[in-house]
Every structure is written in structure tokens, then in C-alpha cells.
């Protein structure tokens, strides 16, 4: 889930499919993609930082690029929205699955 060139459709996209397929609050896992660089993947953990999340990073076979996923509960399509932008504007590089 790069961000696509229009990206507020594609959030309306995915919102829209978030409220069809889950009663809110939900568990809800994010993964992302960051080149392995302690920097990035602490910031891409503090923005997750105080919310009860389960953070697991895996390492590439390489140890190029390291895989983050995040487990939280969220309260409602906004605000998963809300943290994949901030993500997004926080971390460089950060590819959203």
C-alpha cells in the first residue's frame, strides 16, 4: 500500500472497506516496510508509541530491509487512516502493506 498518486481516494478506498469489513473497535495489524536503519524503524515504533501496540520486526534474509508489523486496537477507520498518513509523513522510505 505505497501511497498511490491520489492518495485521498485511495484513503476513501480503504476507509469505505475498513467500516464493511470490521465492528469498530477492531484489532487491526499494520505492516510496513523500512530499510533496515535503527533511526527509522524507532520512529515508525514511537508513533505507535503509548497505544498497548505489538511491535514484531523481522529482518530481511539480506538484512537489507527490515519488515515491521504493528498489532493494535483502534477505534475506528479514521484513525487507522490517521496513523498510515502520519507514517507516511514521519518515516522516509516507509513502504505500508
Not at 467500516?19 to 520512529?43: G, M
Amino acid at each position: 500500500m505505497s501511497t498511490p498518486p491520489n492518495s485521498e481516494e485511495f484513503y476513501e478506498k480503504l476507509k469505505e472497506q475498513l467500516r464493511e469489513t470490521a465492528n469498530w473497535p477492531a484489532e487491526y495489524l499494520y505492516k510496513f516496510i523500512v530499510k533496515t536503519d535503527n533511526k527509522k524503524i524507532a520512529k515508525l515504533e514511537a508513533i505507535f508509541n503509548n497505544m498497548g501496540a505489538v511491535i514484531n520486526t523481522i529482518a530481511s534474509k539480506n538484512g537489507k530491509y527490515t519488515s515491521v508489523s504493528v498489532n493494535l486496537l483502534m477505534r475506528n477507520p479514521d484513525a487507522v487512516i490517521e496513523k498510515y498518513k502520519e507514517v507516511a509523513e514521519k518515516v522516509e522510505g516507509v513502504i505500508s502493506l
